[in-house]
């Protein structure tokens, strides 16, 4: 069967796109996800997700390369492998940026490139059903179920007062006017037709609309590995399912959303990248894109954490009795800690002074650390994770061989710049000047990491190396930029620079980390994406109802 658009890739863009491709644009579409097409019912719950966050049912495990800077460490960084993508595995944090963020994309793309706030806000807002929100910023008619989690723990509350007895003021939006403040974190999360609070995807909320379209096909457990040429035009895309090898065409584009490492890695499979790289492993070359791999971001974070006198968070709920008895009363009743990801809340501030904010608290009400840091004292407690915004080190994807099932070379570079560090280092100050404050101070009995005895910059940053972890939010392997940029992947329509019928349409296509969690702006992207092809076919809306 010829399809009219072949989507390499099943995450929050690709569904998003293939979705309004079909139902809007009356379009023939493949979509191939590397995953399975379904994530385990107990993900389902929000509570859910954390049983499965270090395993790789749904997961694949890329170990970074080892950094000096880390003392060696190479972190390991979780991408999505499942239809869904991100929004089928992540702690649904549902959170757009900052207003400059986008309008510094559009500066660097060009006045009129279509990339400004006010020009991605309609885009955000046709997808949303808000529960709380319905005014300039947010949207009620769209199928994204947005909500606060549906309870709030007592060291939350603790972390929010505190943080305005701190200096930092109150925040009820995150995603409206300004994002500076503490408060409570919108997830994509709501009540669902049973009755509970259930996770909201990127198949549930858009992809289900048309599953049943004869128009659209969904292949999973098939690995896209190359994107196939007739001279310079994109027909279709080479995929292998089963140990066997197939081939799609496409007359219309190709769509690449395979995720920001492996969009790079396909990329360079099928000729597409910086030419000596491609030779190096015996590819032909077809288009020298020096940018392919390069301009890698992702939000890293440290944490600092305590012990507390009393109960107050959800050390233990998913253990035993508690387990049984949490899962009863959601099963019953529709309610208690199952009903949140436990990370509720946050704060942005800048620690320089500035009014837009460079870090991210978050307030997990657990001991919390990444997996490859041991004997560490577990019990009642919180832990503040300092999220470094907008990174200004760059790392790199590159291909680790020609062999499409290898994974690619990650090197995440987290700290490769003296000021992503430094900025750091002043957001733990303040995370302990955090757990100084009342209401929170009274009831911490302990600094544990990384100790109160850990008072200088040389210590703190030896702890910073050993702990620092991915935020889960890599970006930027095949950016757009504007024509004079030989670094530039796309232009500002997702195109790929040298090939016809050929776009990038998730977050490898970003310039510049948005301050936020990404689930947001990747649905966004498939968005837009659908809506400039069928604008450049005739078609004239830009921001319908998803």
Known sequence: MEYDYIIAGGGSSACVAATRLVRDHGARVL???????KYARLMRMPAGY???????????????????????????????RVLGGGSSVNAMVY????REDYDGWEAYLGQGSGWSYADLLPHFKALEKNANFNDQYHGIDGRLLVSDPGQLCETTRRYILAAQGAGIPYNRDFNGATQAGVGVMQHTMGIARNGKMERCDAVTAFLSQVIDDERLTVITESLATRILFDGNRAIGVEYQRNGATFRAHAACEVLVAAGTYNTAKLLMLSGLGPADHLRE????????LPGVGQNLQDHHEVPVIALTREPGGYHGEDHGWRMIRNGLQYLLFGTGPVT????????FFDPDGGERPTIQLY????????RDISDVEDGDGITVSSCLLRPKARGTVRLRSADPKEQPRVNANFFGHPDDLRLTLASMRFARQLLATEPLASNIASEILPGADKMSDAELAAFAGKTVKTNFHPVGSARMGPDGDPMA???????VRGVEALRVIDCASIPFIPSANTNAIALALGHKAAAMIMAEEGRTELATAA
Do not use: N
């Not at 979509?31 to 097409?37: D, F, M």
């Not at 749904?58 to 460490?73: I, K, S």
């Not at 492993?281 to 020298?288: C, N, S």
């Not at 307030?363 to 990444?370: A, K, S």
């Open 31 to 37: 979509l191939i996800e590397r995953g399975p097409a």
């Open 50 to 80: 954390m049983k499965y966050l270090w395993r790789e049912d749904f997961l694949e495990m890329h170990h970074t390369a080892p950094q000096p800077q880390l003392g060696g460490r190479g972190p390991i960084v979780p991408q999505a």
């Open 95 to 98: 959170m757009r940026g900052q």
């Open 281 to 288: 492993h015996g590819i032909q070359v077809h288009t020298d």
């Open 340 to 347: 949140t990801t436990g990370i509720e809340s946050c704060l």
């Open 363 to 370: 307030c997990g009400p657990i001991v919390h650390v990444d």
């Open 489 to 495: 992947v796309l232009d500002a329509r997702m195109r």
